[in-house]
């Protein structure tokens, strides 16, 4: 009996979402668990998790919580430990977190790109480094990063924002020849405009961005409207989701 019971706990592939806060975050650990996936949805505040908790325990989906803030190192690594320690191994890394800095490079303050890398970019950085060890021991694994449009084209008034989305490209691109040898896959999906969902996805503008007498503001104003109507030809995060369970 314990024999079988090995075979088939071997046979649940265990996923380790860093972000499900975001609308794609949250469709992403519903469609995994869904598929039958033990599914870890990290979310950094409590508070934010209690509909993604009712919809598991009302469908009865293999979905655990887990307190993961990718802006710190300890919490990254407590997360992994938990997972780590409750299934053995992780076969899959979603990497989907991060916000959409908005306003021209000059109006951007040092501190708030700096900001904007800090989650975006080295969010999805500390989650690589705690997981990878143990893929790598196993042997195997998928690491997939969601990123954005935005990671292969510049656009106005959103530069840090881009900037991160680039980095995130390159170090996908790279770590798909790094990783190979070691049976770990890595792919990139890269959404554009996601349209509104359950829940908000993060938009912050820049403090001087906001001021009148920047030289920009006809500009970000314009843009900051756009952006209001954009969603309606976006991608809904259900979509986004769906590509995660096909890569």
Same mark, same amino acid.
């Given at each position: 009996?314990?024999?079988?019971w090995?075979?088939?706990?071997?046979?649940?592939?265990?996923?380790?979402?860093s972000d499900t806060?975001?609308?794609?975050?949250?469709?992403?650990?519903?469609?995994?668990?869904?598929k039958?996936y033990?599914?870890?949805a990290?979310?950094?505040?409590?508070?934010?998790?209690?509909?993604?908790?009712n919809?598991?325990?009302?469908?009865?989906?293999?979905?655990?919580l887990?307190?993961?803030?990718?802006?710190?190192?300890s919490?990254?690594?407590s997360?992994?430990?938990?997972?780590l320690?409750?299934e053995?191994?992780i076969?899959? #890394?979603?990497?989907?977190?991060g @916000?959409? =800095?908005?306003?021209?490079f000059? %109006?951007? !303050?040092m501190? *708030?790109?700096?900001a904007?890398?800090?989650?975006n970019f080295?969010?999805?950085?500390?989650?690589?480094r705690?997981?990878?060890?143990f893929?790598?021991?196993?042997?195997?694994?998928?690491i997939?990063?969601?990123?954005?449009?935005?990671?292969?084209i510049?656009?106005?008034?959103?530069?840090?924002?881009?900037?991160?989305?680039?980095?995130i490209?390159? #170090?996908?691109?790279?770590?798909? @020849?790094? =990783?190979?040898?070691?049976?770990? %896959?890595? !792919?990139?999906i *890269?959404?554009?405009?996601?349209?509104?969902?359950?829940v908000?996805?993060?938009?912050?503008v820049a403090?001087?961005?906001?001021?009148?007498s920047s030289?920009?503001?006809?500009i970000?104003?314009?843009?900051?409207?756009?952006?209001?109507?954009?969603p309606?030809?976006?991608s809904?995060?259900?979509?986004v989701a769906?590509t995660?369970?096909?890569?």
């Amino acid at each position: 009996i314990s024999s079988v019971w090995k075979n088939k706990m071997k046979l649940r592939k265990v996923a380790l979402l860093s972000d499900t806060s975001t609308s794609v975050g949250y469709e992403t650990a519903l469609a995994l668990a869904r598929k039958g996936y033990v599914t870890y949805a990290g979310i950094k505040a409590p508070d934010q998790a209690k509909k993604l908790s009712n919809i598991a325990n009302i469908e009865k989906l293999s979905l655990q919580l887990i307190t993961l803030d990718v802006n710190s190192s300890s919490s990254v690594t407590s997360a992994v430990k938990q997972v780590l320690k409750n299934e053995g191994l992780i076969d899959l #890394l979603v990497n989907g977190t991060g @916000y959409v =800095l908005l306003g021209c490079f000059e %109006d951007i !303050s040092m501190k *708030e790109m700096a900001a904007q890398f800090e989650t975006n970019f080295y969010g999805i950085a500390r989650m690589l480094r705690s997981v990878l060890p143990f893929m790598r021991k196993q042997r195997s694994g998928v690491i997939i990063n969601i990123n954005s449009v935005a990671g292969q084209i510049g656009f106005p008034c959103s530069s840090a924002f881009v900037c991160s989305q680039f980095a995130i490209q390159g #170090l996908s691109e790279s770590l798909r @020849y790094e =990783l190979d040898p070691f049976g770990i %896959d890595v !792919s990139l999906i *890269e959404p554009g405009i996601i349209r509104p969902s359950t829940v908000t996805n993060a938009i912050v503008v820049a403090q001087r961005a906001k001021r009148l007498s920047s030289p920009y503001s006809d500009i970000t104003r314009k843009l900051t409207n756009d952006i209001g109507r954009m969603p309606e030809l976006g991608s809904l995060p259900v979509e986004v989701a769906s590509t995660v369970l096909k890569a």
